[in-house]
């Protein structure tokens, strides 16, 4: 067995459910509000957990394998590397801090790729192809380049992995495409690829108690039982990372590291067009078909 | 320099994809506006006549780089390419497709360079902009205009500070138009030695299976399209018939796909083609926003529904409330008449 430790990442975002979006969902300057909305772990980054997952399996007995999770958002986001945690995760780290508000993808994946270099070195950050709610699918390229190493988008399946190279199956438009190469790297996951497994009884069992001292003071538990709990059992410690924790460079954090500015927003409402009503009769729908014929349409 | 660079991907068929045609014919409006030039980049393997494809459409230079491994896209290669070529012509705009290529390699790109990226852009604009809290008023800037939040909402983007001002644009969401069938222009060829790193490579294709381009309802001036009121694959042969007779293609909602009357290639929406025929018939289709999202833009709509109510028949200029398999028929058998 080898005993260089292989070190896997998973950036996950927890979302705002943008299937039920309210006219209170956003504030004035155009920024997301998100407490109006119920949030659930983005669809694409829980494939991206079963893809680290699945290396994680396929490398364990040839050496050891740590799968980190890292989530920048508001602090209530310790619940998804929780749930990570009930599904195979190792740890996680929540990056928090109002610094990086209104961020746009080049922030984002500014402070996120600050963050994975803090853990030193890494073999593989896996992604989600893209959020449900800013849907931009950019953050993972930028990370990649941020990183300066290669880029795998678009992951479908995961065909092959050994200690220096893997091999993936990618998704395009009109066909997939198989891609090999060595470490580190950089996989974004498509929402094809295989759904997450679910959670593991005796890891909801271990790791049920983990949490961050933010959600500690939230939920105005003692902080003293807290501490020694964690003092037994570390991994129970969700981290939370600030602004000064990753080292950055403070001018390409949030709104003032974010070349993009939102100048608008407007609500989608139906507008309704001057509307017509055929009666389902042949004569009717006969005169229509000639309108549209004698206007050229057909 | 003030001019805008489009980026032309090239399709397995070793032609000049059709939504960088579509940028080309925008871009060269927005680049009239500006009074400014149009550029192209190209990069593949021997294309053929890639003057004649794109002076049509507005280009004034071609930057053309040619190379025996770059038959397909990979990132590495093209990254080197354009940032090296975005420094030397410095263009104010540069435009992608929202393509897996496009998609893969825009964000890249912007992040290199620390500056704006905006998605999925359905519609640009060239206007100003007055920053709220320090005043400064910026000229002539580009209105990135798209969806967000699932489509509940349009934003409009600007990149004001940062050059270039970039945006990735979906395939049918522009008008593709012949600008001056006599324009020309001229062709830089640019040497692969110059512009990719031998660590560019660094990703092997091992093996692509690309299947071969069948049904085209993106460029269909007339869709027929069906929902889950439709009711069975049997049924819908019956907007094959419909769609034949009027020189149209059949397109689908995802809950028809997902029922299986019909195949995946035909769905229409936020999650599969975006169109803008001339008419649009949609027969059974409740009209959820996933699915306007991709059919809003047709210039005349016709909605076939039991249901008085459904949210569809707010966008139709025409609606006829009845059952689809009795509509239908009747406008069949009229228009054979
Ligand atoms: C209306 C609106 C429009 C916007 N348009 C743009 C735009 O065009 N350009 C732009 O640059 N910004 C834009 N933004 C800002 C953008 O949504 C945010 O920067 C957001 O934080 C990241 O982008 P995304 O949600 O699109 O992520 P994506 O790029 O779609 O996410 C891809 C993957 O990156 C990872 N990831 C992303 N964010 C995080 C995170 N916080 N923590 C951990 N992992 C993460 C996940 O694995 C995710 O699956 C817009 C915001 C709004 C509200
Ligand atoms: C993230 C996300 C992405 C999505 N992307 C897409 C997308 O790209 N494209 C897309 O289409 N959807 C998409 N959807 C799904 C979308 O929300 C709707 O579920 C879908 O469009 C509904 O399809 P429909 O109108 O065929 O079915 P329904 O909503 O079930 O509507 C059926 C309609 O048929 C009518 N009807 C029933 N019987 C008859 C009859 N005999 N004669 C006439 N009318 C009849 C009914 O009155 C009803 O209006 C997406 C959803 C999500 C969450």
Request: net charge negative; with cysteine; charged share 25%.
């Amino acid at each position: 067995m080898n005993n260089k430790e292989f070190q896997i990442v998973v950036l996950a975002k927890q979302v705002p459910d943008t299937h039920n979006v309210g006219k209170d969902a956003m504030k004035e300057d155009g920024t997301i509000n998100r407490a109006a909305l119920p949030a659930i772990f983005n669809p694409d980054d829980l494939k991206a957990l079963e893809m680290a997952l699945a290396c994680k399996d396929a490398l364990k007995d040839i050496m050891p394998v740590k799968v980190t999770i890292i989530t920048m958002g508001p602090s209530r986001a310790a619940e998804i590397i929780r749930e990570s945690m009930f599904r195979g995760a190792d740890n996680g780290f929540v990056v928090s801090d109002r610094r990086f508000a209104g961020s746009d993808t080049l922030a984002t994946s500014y402070a996120l790729s600050a963050a994975v270099k803090k853990l030193g070195k890494i073999d593989i950050v896996f992604s989600g192809r893209q959020a449900i709610d800013g849907d931009t699918a950019q953050v993972g390229p930028q990370v990649a380049e941020k990183l300066e190493i290669p880029q795998i988008t678009y992951a479908e399946d995961l065909l092959y992995v050994a200690e220096d190279e893997i091999v993936i199956k990618r998704r395009l438009e009109r066909g997939v495409e198989t891609v090999k190469t060595g470490f580190p790297v950089l996989v974004t996951v498509h929402g094809n690829a295989n759904d997450c497994r679910p959670r593991h009884a005796k890891l909801l069992m271990t790791n049920k108690k983990a949490c961050s001292v933010s959600e500690v003071l939230e939920r105005q538990q003692s902080m003293e039982d807290m501490e020694a709990l964690w003092a037994k059992k570390p991994f129970l410690k969700i981290e939370e990372w600030n602004a000064d924790d990753i080292n950055p460079d403070f001018e390409r954090l949030g709104l003032t590291g974010s070349p993009t500015k939102v100048k608008s927003i407007e609500n989608v409402v139906l507008t309704s067009k001057e509307n017509k009503k055929i009666n389902n009769s042949e004569s009717e729908i006969n005169e229509l078909m000639k309108e549209l014929v004698s206007a050229h349409i057909i | 320099m003030n001019n805008i660079l489009v980026f032309c991907e090239v399709t397995e068929e070793q032609h000049i994809a059709e939504v960088s045609l579509e940028l080309c014919s925008k871009a060269r409006k927005l680049a009239d506006r500006l009074n400014s030039r149009l550029d192209a980049i190209v990069i593949g393997n021997e294309i053929e006549n890639i003057e004649g494809q794109l002076y049509p459409y507005g280009v004034d230079s071609i930057f053309y780089l040619s190379d025996s491994r770059l038959s397909f896209y990979q990132t590495l290669p093209f990254f080197s390419t354009l940032t090296k070529i975005i420094k030397e012509e410095t263009p104010d705009i540069v435009l992608f497709g929202a393509t897996s290529v496009g998609r893969d390699l825009a964000p890249r790109i912007a992040s290199y360079l620390r500056c704006g990226l905006t998605a999925d852009c359905t519609s640009l604009e060239i206007g100003d902009h007055t920053d709220a809290k320090t005043k400064t008023v910026y000229k002539d800037i580009l209105y990135q205009i798209r969806p967000a939040f699932g489509g509940n909402i349009i934003a409009t983007i600007v990149s004001p500070e940062t050059r270039p001002q970039m945006a990735t644009v979906r395939e049918g969401v522009m008008k593709k138009e012949i600008y001056n069938e006599n324009h020309k222009g001229e062709v830089h060829n640019l040497k692969a030695e110059d512009y990719v790193n031998e660590g560019d490579f660094c990703i092997e294709i091992i093996e692509r299976q690309i299947e071969a381009q069948k049904i085209n309802i993106k460029g269909a001036p007339i869709i027929v399209a069906g929902g889950y009121g439709m009711g069975s694959k049997e049924n819908f042969a019956l907007l094959h018939e419909l769609a034949n007779a009027i020189g149209g293609e059949v397109g689908a909602t995802r809950a028809a796909v997902d029922a299986g009357f019909t195949e995946n290639e035909r769905q229409i929406g936020q999650t599969g083609i975006t169109v803008r025929p001339k008419l649009y018939i949609a027969c059974g289709i409740s009209g959820a926003v996933q699915h306007r999202a991709g059919m809003d833009q047709s210039s005349k709509i016709i909605s076939i529904n039991t249901d008085p109510n459904a949210p569809i028949n707010a966008i139709a200029d025409y609606t006829i409330i009845g059952d689809v398999m009795d509509v239908l028929p009747k406008m069949i058998k009229s228009i054979k008449n």
